[in-house]
């Protein structure tokens, strides 16, 4: 039995224990990892995300009983001091000794802290493990206790930027700080730097770039930065990633050859200057280079591996340092040699300003292949590019198409089908998984599922970057051996939401419970009740009043949750035109129940923090007032907002007010897949920001101009025109045509942007159904609408009329006490929940 | 908040001394939850009409620490009945209070007996 002994529990020291743990010669191995961290190897790529994960161990790589069970002897929170290379041990700080044939050298970086003046000053912390995360969010939490709000990240590398977002998720007013001048300087370009820049400015991060700093400023804690250019910047704490140092000091210890600027010097084979021990990750100096990404870190694990167990497997020749993130919400790409520039490369770069969007590639002047390129504000087009890189594919005949993507007619990928790609193709670069593994994997019948691959191939399983294109292998290669691939709502019902839509309505089922006895199974759950409940009101009008146990948490309580478990209230303001009269009763009533007041985006007003046995008290002062319910808790719609339009604009062209009321109160309470907002706008100057909605209206002369689609929730789109100069009775047909049509169609939770994204033939497929009625359907959409516009009622009103509703209301079953535990905490003269 | 959580501890039906009669089954609604008061305890009481089964947990959710479970939605994970928190969606078995999701924190269960269409809960304190 041979002694391997790896120093080290970070990503690549664990990669190596699985693959040696799984290699068909693992028996002749002992395996002994040390760790000097308490927990086990964790997942460093989404170290970010352990603020929202309130729990460590979902990060964690295994669990240890995955040593146990595989016989690794892992020893935690125990650091190794000595190497001594002659007699084959290693000494660890609690002075034992244990002996190897094999040392693996995993040691990974540690933060690369500069030498400024005050960096020991308390308020410096340095951004690397879980402990550091833990150590930012108490102090942060303190600083806000003593209404201290500014933190700054010195470094705006990649880890940089996800410390200050990070910093900002807790509450802080962020700023970057950069040496160079630029943001991500190995990654990005200017230019893509600059767009960049703009997006994360625009989510209230300030970026300061090719600053100097100087000195930590500060008596107890910390109190600005000086730069050397005579600026400063006051904060009050500082959070350092400003780059990576190879943990060398052991090697260096024991007389190992490293490299001048650190890092341990291996050859193709991983191998040290000592053969009996490998280096491998972040400390190891490969081709003159430390490569700070997991999947060079995992290659390299594979290749020691191999190395020890008698087989030839080689370091690649060129360390390919491609690398697609979301970073502060903004996706950012860059493969191959983004830089590159001489007269063989022509470069081809796309900018839209509004958007935020900038992407580059670089292309052999002969038109033959990619050479690499950056991506910021959308990196969808990542895999394609990265896959005709990386393959050195051709290319198509109009690279430009590449990153321009679809403009107008009916364009393909660039790859064509994902099955075109050559089995060899590297589909997930972390884990090393090519397309062929990944197909036969299903065609060899051992998996039948995403999740049977993700196990058994390891695909995906890492960074998650290769998620969309495993996703559609897996189902080209199902569809390719004649099986259906669907999209299934939950567990309880196999159908997708339009077939379920239709199968209510044409087997005429009246509630959940008697769809799931005839097609579905089990008890239902939390999301395909919603659904349900959705269809239900899509095809009968009924309120969420009738079947209140399956609608959404909101929905059956008619408001919506709120942070500490208290309810907002949001009458229906139609166009957002109201009379002084009901504008004062919204005040009275809120004065009354002490809500919290704000004007919406939606041109509404919202009145926060009311309790649930308040509600029915606030509604019905609300309704006898003459409101309405505005259905803001529900997927339904919301508002349509409007400009003042031509009764008051001396721009106006049309009556955007009068039109916007006449819409709101057509499809008021109109369920849909997702919430809907509309806008109508008098003039092409759009005040009424028309679109950004799912449907908009833009006055023009001769009419009115419709446009739809235009939301995408977290990915924001604008509207697209569906039809010109339309009178008002046109464009409500066309409206009423286009919201059915969506209804019936869309998955659950869909957007009207995504739904037509997924629509095949686009924008133009959807003109031929509503304008021309290809489908020959137009006057049944018409007229399915118009009965559920008949069948209005507001759901709030029958609540407060009908006592046995009104038991949902009370807080307790066996007691009149209201409910004690919420706390609410002064802000600007108002109230808020106290923080979490 | 840690004083709070530690309120609600897994009460199994063998522990049970003290069983409180909280209400008529009729009281309840079908396939939703409802909240009752023990004391300085809230405790979600649910019924599922499908089974003819009740359930009771604590109506704090362990993850925000918000009185709120008993608005949530019901349902079943492979079988298993559960109920899905109002605020973010994280569910939790009704039979052992485990987190479905998978995260560290669980829910304090409680047995529930009906006698003559009386709904009683079993508590050890």
């Given at each position: ?8 529990n970070?990503?690549?020291?664990y ?20 760790g000097e ?7 460093r ?25 595989n016989?690794?002897?892992l ?28 040392l ?18 308390p ?22 206790n ?28 962020t ?10 300087p ?45 600026t ?10 400003a780059g ?7 090697a ?12 341990v ?15 491998i ?11 700070g ?18 087989g ?44 935020g ?7 052999a ?29 051709k ?5 430009e198409?590449l ?25 997930c ?9 990944i197909?036969d994997?299903i065609s060899s ?6 999740t ?7 695909a ?34 196999e ?10 309505k ?22 395909c ?6 269809i239900?009101?899509s095809?009968y ?33 139609p166009?957002?035109?109201?009379t ?7 005040g ?26 308040e ?56 369920r ?14 759009e ?15 001769g009419?009115w ?35 059915v049509?969506?209804?019936r ?34 006057e049944?959409l ?25 038991k ?7 007691s009149?006490?209201t409910?004690?535990s919420?706390?609410?905490v002064?802000?600007?003269?108002q109230?808020?929940p106290?923080?979490? | ?11 199994a039906e ?42 009771a ?41 485990s987190?479905l ?22 508590f050890?304190?």
């Amino acid at each position: 039995m041979q002694k391997v002994i790896v120093i080290g529990n970070g990503m690549v020291g664990y990669k190596f224990c699985e693959k040696l743990a799984a290699h068909p010669l693992r028996d002749q191995f002992q395996i002994t990892v040390f760790g000097e961290e308490s927990r086990p190897a964790y997942d460093r790529v989404h170290l970010s995300e352990y603020f929202t994960l309130d729990s460590a161990d979902k990060l964690l790589l295994a669990s240890r009983n995955w040593y146990d069970e595989n016989q690794i002897t892992l020893r935690t929170g125990e650091m190794i001091t000595d190497i001594e290379t002659k007699s084959k041990r290693v000494l660890t700080h609690k002075h034992e000794y244990f002996e190897y044939d094999y040392l693996i050298l995993a040691t990974g970086s540690s933060c690369f802290v500069p030498t400024i003046k005050g960096v020991d000053k308390p308020g410096v912390f340095i951004y690397r493990t879980i402990e550091d995360l833990d150590a930012i969010k108490d102090y942060a939490q303190k600083l806000k206790n003593e209404g201290k709000f500014k933190a700054s990240v010195l470094g705006g590398g990649l880890l940089g930027l996800e410390a200050a977002n990070a910093a900002k998720e807790l509450g802080m007013q962020t700023d970057v700080i950069e040496f160079a001048p630029r943001l991500m300087p190995r990654q990005l370009n200017q230019a893509a730097s600059d767009m960049l820049q703009n997006k994360i400015e625009s989510l209230g991060i300030k970026v300061h770039l090719g600053k100097n700093s100087q000195e930590i400023v500060g008596e107890d804690g910390i109190e600005q930065i000086d730069f050397t250019d005579e600026t400063t910047l006051k904060t009050d704490m500082l959070i350092i990633s400003a780059g990576i140092r190879p943990r060398d000091e052991l090697a260096v210890k024991s007389g190992l050859k490293t490299g001048e600027r650190g890092g341990v010097y291996v050859n193709n084979k991983m191998e040290t200057s000592d053969p009996a021990i490998y280096a491998i990750g972040e400390v190891a100096l490969y081709n003159n280079g430390i490569y700070g990404l997991v999947a060079p870190g995992y290659e390299m694990a594979g290749v020691a591996v191999e190395q020890i167990t008698g087989g030839e497997k080689l370091m690649s020749p060129t360390i390919d340092m491609s690398t697609q993130l979301k970073l502060v919400g903004t996706e950012v790409a860059s493969f191959g040699d983004p830089f590159i520039e001489n007269e063989n490369v022509t470069a081809i770069v796309y900018e839209n300003k509004q958007r935020g969007v900038y992407k580059r590639i670089n292309i052999a002047k002969d038109g033959s292949k990619l050479l690499g390129g950056i991506m910021v504000g959308d990196s969808s087009d990542y895999n394609t590019l990265f896959q005709l890189y990386i393959n050195a594919m051709k290319l198509p005949e109009n690279p430009e198409d590449l990153i321009l993507g679809s403009r107008g007619g009916e364009s393909k990928s660039a790859l064509g089908s994902v099955l075109d790609l050559p089995d060899t193709a590297q589909i997930c670069s972390c884990e090393a998984v090519s397309k062929g593994a990944i197909c036969d994997s299903i065609s060899s019948g051992a998996c039948c599922s995403f999740t049977d691959v993700v196990k058994s191939t390891k695909a995906s399983s890492s960074c998650g970057g290769c998620k969309p294109m495993v996703t559609d292998l897996v189902n080209a290669t199902l569809k390719s051996m004649g099986q259906e691939v669907k999209e299934t709502i939950c567990e309880h019902f196999e159908y997708s939401r339009q077939e379920l839509y239709d199968l209510v309505k044409l087997h005429s089922i009246m509630d959940f419970d008697e769809a799931l006895d005839k097609h579905g199974k089990g008890h239902g759950c939390e999301t395909c009740k919603p659904v349900l409940a959705s269809i239900f009101a899509s095809i009968y009008m009924e309120t969420a009043n009738r079947q209140a146990p399956i609608q959404d948490s909101n929905d059956r309580f008619l408001a919506n949750i709120q942070r500490n478990g208290s309810y907002s209230v949001v009458p229906r303001v139609p166009g957002g035109e109201i009379t002084p009269e009901k504008l004062m009763v919204l005040g009275q009533v809120a004065k009354k129940y002490d809500l919290y007041t704000k004007i919406t985006g939606g041109q509404r007003i919202d009145l926060f923090g009311a309790q649930l046995h308040e509600l029915p008290m606030i509604w019905k002062e609300l309704i006898d007032a003459g409101f309405e319910s505005g259905h803001a808790y529900g997927k339904s719609l919301r508002t349509v907002k409007s400009c003042v339009g031509s009764t008051w604009c001396r721009y106006g062209l049309h009556d955007s007010v009068s039109f916007a009321i006449r819409i709101e109160e057509r499809y008021k309470g109109l369920r849909s897949p997702h919430k809907l907002k509309g806008g109508v706008s008098g003039c092409i100057r759009e005040c009424a920001e028309a679109r950004g909605k799912d449907f908009g209206v833009i006055a023009v002369e001769g009419g009115w101009n419709l446009f739809v689609c235009g939301n995408g929730g977290a990915t924001p789109k604008h509207a697209v025109l569906l039809a010109e100069k339309l009178d008002d009775e046109t464009c409500i047909k066309y409206l009423d045509r286009f919201l059915v049509y969506y209804i019936r169609t869309a998955a659950p939770l869909q957007r009207t942007a995504p739904w037509l994204d997924k629509l095949e033939g686009g924008i133009d497929y959807l003109k031929k159904v509503i304008v021309e009625d290809s489908l020959g359907i137009g006057e049944e959409l018409e007229a399915e609408m118009e009965e559920l516009v008949q069948r209005y009622a507001c759901e709030w009103k029958e609540a407060i009329e009908d006592p046995q509703m009104m038991k949902r209301f009370k807080p307790f079953v066996n007691s009149d006490e209201t409910d004690d535990s919420l706390v609410f905490v002064p802000m600007r003269e108002q109230k808020m929940p106290r923080p979490w | 908040m840690e004083e709070l959580l530690k309120q609600y501890q897994t009460v199994a039906e063998q522990q049970a001394i003290n069983w409180v009669r909280v209400g008529h089954t009729s009281d309840f609604p079908e396939n939703a939850g409802a909240c009752v008061k023990y004391n300085s305890k809230q405790i979600a009481v649910y019924y599922f009409s499908r089974t003819d089964s009740w359930y009771a947990c604590q109506n704090l959710c362990p993850h925000k620490m918000e009185m709120v479970l008993s608005r949530g939605m019901t349902g079943d994970s492979q079988g298993i009945p559960k109920v899905a928190c109002p605020l973010h969606k994280k569910t939790f078995s009704l039979e052992d209070g485990s987190n479905l999701n998978g995260e560290a924190y669980s829910i304090a269960t409680y047995p529930v007996r009906i006698q003559e269409g009386n709904v009683y809960i079993g508590f050890a304190d």
